[in-house]
């Protein structure tokens, strides 16, 4: 299973696979039909993500946070493993921050 990352915004290319979005809201200016599988549980909590406003220092402890939450829902966490089973996958998110986001934060809680 090889997990990427990409922004929800940049356009598919035939070295995704299946294109996951991971976040909890769904992004400005894209068409729902142009994306198979949301998978929303999966994404930090409202609190999380209010808290978390991708300041670079408190990169660590999103980490331990948010691990702790997907700790707490196996059963989004199976739904989401579901769907990667032997493919290539690309996790799709929206903020601007191009590595501390949460779509990097669920590959480290799912590669480790």
Do not use: C
């Given at each position: 299973m090889k997990i990427r990352i990409k922004r929800v915004y940049e356009p598919p290319t035939r070295n995704d696979g299946q294109r996951i979005l991971v976040d909890r809201l769904w992004p400005r200016g894209i068409k729902k039909e142009s994306m198979p599988i949301w998978i929303r549980d999966v994404a930090p909590s409202h609190a999380l993500r209010?808290?978390?406003q991708h300041?670079?220092?408190k990169w660590p402890e999103f980490l331990r946070r948010y691990h702790a939450e997907l700790d707490a829902n196996p059963d989004a966490?199976?739904?989401l493993q579901r769907?990667?089973?032997g493919?290539?996958?690309t996790f799709l998110?929206?903020?601007k921050e191009p590595e501390l986001n949460n779509a990097e934060a669920l590959r480290r809680y799912l590669e480790r």
């Amino acid at each position: 299973m090889k997990i990427r990352i990409k922004r929800v915004y940049e356009p598919p290319t035939r070295n995704d696979g299946q294109r996951i979005l991971v976040d909890r809201l769904w992004p400005r200016g894209i068409k729902k039909e142009s994306m198979p599988i949301w998978i929303r549980d999966v994404a930090p909590s409202h609190a999380l993500r209010k808290w978390y406003q991708h300041e670079p220092g408190k990169w660590p402890e999103f980490l331990r946070r948010y691990h702790a939450e997907l700790d707490a829902n196996p059963d989004a966490v199976r739904a989401l493993q579901r769907e990667m089973t032997g493919k290539t996958v690309t996790f799709l998110f929206s903020t601007k921050e191009p590595e501390l986001n949460n779509a990097e934060a669920l590959r480290r809680y799912l590669e480790r």
